[in-house]
């Protein structure tokens, strides 16, 4: 199981990182929203999934807070596009 958390942390970081370059190097808002909530869903997911592997009496806590992150990045890149968009941010 450690060897697992371990895997899942370091992917989770991966995630992360490459999300962080996208949000330097993407052209536009649009594009760097893309890029910086997909990898940040994935990246933070991995990482707290692994560290309930690490620490399974947090399993509970770690498999709520990967539910609220799954609804509520969505939501919230959604409501960000929506919002540049309507505040007339070229595509």
Known sequence: MVILGNILIF??????????L???RMPDV????QAGTK????????VILGSAFLAPEMLT?????IV?????NPVS???IGRSAYKGGVPL
Do not use: P
Request: proline share 0%.
């Open 11 to 20: 992917i989770g970081s991966l995630f992360l990182a490459l999300g962080g």
């Open 22 to 24: 996208g949000l330097i």
């Open 30 to 33: 649009y594009n760097r929203l």
């Open 39 to 46: 990898a940040t869903t994935l990246g933070a997911m991995s």
């Open 61 to 65: 806590k770690a498999v709520l807070l």
């Open 68 to 72: 609220f992150i799954a609804m509520a």
């Open 77 to 79: 890149s959604s409501t």
